[in-house]
Structure formats: structure tokens, C-alpha cells
């Protein structure tokens, strides 16, 4: 039996189990553990695990697994409930770079719970007649609706990723609709395979589909069912996004102990 100091923390509803790793103490985890861990009846409950591990280069390094117990691409949310974790553990200054499994990130402070997130940039956009399909670091199929609260988002967002192109890979499915200056978006994850209160990745794919044809900067406020998220960012070509940031509040819920066998 292993006894694991554990934190939890969320991201408009995007829930995280979080543990400092760097002197490597938790390297033992398996897929099997991360699964239970993440358990929402028989574990912490949570959307995702990440580790804090050190890093020769970064502030620190970041490690993420999906609810299902395997690594996974990058997570937008948790990069930032990961970056306010560091923060707390006094890693940094207020201004934190990382790496991550897409490459380099840089995250800022707003006060303790709110984090500025730099994703990776955008060079290219799918554009089909009834979707928007885009890399953000994680894959997202986007679809606009009439009514994004009448989606049926874990019938029809599983049909999306289970279909013939996405089956292997996997894709999070992305619904939005348009609201005064902003949008709404719900998320259907992989990895979860479910709807989550709110997918940081998605939530900037939906908003750089929103934006407008002119090259210039902007601000698209984000509203998901966990709450507000805003996406800052400047298009640089037809199909190109560049300086994008995912900003929104990253708090701590709780920590604890747990003993995984």
C-alpha cells in the first residue's frame, strides 16, 4: 500500500487531481492507479491527473492523464489549475514557463486564481460545410447548433469521435452556439468520454473558429457550464492564430492523503 498527498483542483468544473512529483515520488503510478484515483464513486473523482515534475529547463514540467488512466494530449484547464498549484508551492515569480507534452508554455498570475495561459499557436484550420476541425494543443472537431442547451452533447459527441475518421485517434467534439459578443460552448472529451463542465483546449478552438476575417487581435468571452473563460489571440493569416491565451480563474479545492494499493 502507497500513501499519496494529493490536491484538487478545478477550472470552471474541469476537475484535476494534482500531486508534486518533483523528487519523483510518485514515478510508481500506473494507468490502473491514475484510473482509480480519478474515480468519481471509488477514488477523488476527477476530469484528469497531473504530475509537477521538475524540470532542467522550465520552471517545471507538466504530466497529464486523462480520467481513463492514459497520458494524454495537452489539457488547457490544467495547465492552468497546474500553473496556480506551482504558484502556491512557490515555484516562480508570478510568471511560470513549462513544458508540456505540446511543447512550451508560459502562464501568468492574476492574483492566486486566476491564470493567463499561452497555448500553442494555430496554422491550420478544416473548414467543412457544418465544421470547424483544429489542433490546440488537442484535437477538436467544432459544430455550431441553434441551440447549444438542447444538444443531446454525450450521444451526439460520442457518435463524432467513435465515427470512421476519428475511431483510432479519437477527437473531442465541440458544440457552439453564438451569444451577444461571445459563445457558448459544450464539450464532449475523450479520455473522459463524457461531457465536461469545460475543456480549456476546446474553448480556444471554438473561439478561434468565432473569430472574425480580418487579421487583428481578439477577445472572445467564453461561457461553459462551469462558468467564464475568456480567449485572447491575433490572426495572422486566412488559417494562421497566433499569441493565444486561455484565461480563467484555476482553484484549489481541497488536499488530502489517500492510500492506493
Known amino acids: 500500500m502507497q500513501q499519496i498527498h494529493f490536491y484538487k483542483y478545478q477550472g470552471t468544473g474541469n476537475d484535476f487531481v494534482i500531486m508534486d512529483n518533483r523528487q519523483g515520488q510518485y514515478d510508481w503510478l500506473t494507468n490502473e492507479q491514475v484510473n482509480e484515483l480519478c474515480d468519481r464513486r471509488f477514488g477523488i473523482g476527477a476530469d484528469g491527473l497531473m504530475l509537477l515534475n521538475k524540470s ?3 520552471d517545471f514540467a507538466m504530466k497529464y492523464y486523462n480520467s481513463d488512466g492514459r497520458e494524454s494530449s495537452m489539457c488547457g484547464n490544467g495547465g ?3 500553473a496556480a498549484f506551482a504558484n502556491k508551492m512557490g515555484v516562480g515569480d508570478g510568471n511560470l514557463y513549462f513544458i508540456a507534452v505540446d511543447g512550451e508554455h508560459e502562464a501568468t498570475m492574476d ?9 500553442q499557436d494555430v496554422d491550420f ?9 483544429l489542433n490546440t494543443g488537442s484535437p477538436h472537431f467544432v459544430k455550431y447548433v441553434d441551440d447549444v442547451q438542447a444538444v443531446d452533447v ?3 459527441g460520442r457518435q463524432i469521435r467513435y465515427n470512421e475518421r476519428f475511431a483510432s485517434e479519437g477527437t473531442n467534439v ?3 452556439q453564438p451569444f451577444e459578443n461571445g459563445i457558448f460552448v459544450r464539450t464532449y472529451e ?3 468520454e463524457d461531457e465536461t463542465y469545460s475543456c480549456g483546449t476546446g474553448v480556444t478552438a471554438a473561439a478561434i473558429t468565432f473569430a472574425g476575417k ?3 487581435e481578439y477577445v472572445v468571452p467564453v461561457q461553459t457550464l462551469g462558468g467564464q473563460l475568456e480567449v485572447r489571440f491575433t490572426r495572422t493569416g486566412e488559417r494562421a492564430f497566433s499569441n493565444i491565451w486561455l484565461c480563467g480563474p484555476a482553484t484549489l479545492v481541497f488536499e488530502g492523503q489517500i492510500t492506493i494499493g
Open 56 to 58: 532542467e529547463d522550465y
Open 80 to 82: 492552468r489549475c497546474l
Open 111 to 119: 492574483g492566486e486564481n486566476w491564470v493567463n495561459l499561452k497555448m
Open 125 to 133: 484550420v478544416e473548414q467543412g460545410p457544418l465544421h470547424y476541425y
Open 154 to 156: 454525450f450521444d451526439e
Open 174 to 176: 465541440n458544440f457552439v
Open 190 to 192: 475523450r479520455g473522459v
Open 214 to 216: 480580418e487579421e487583428k
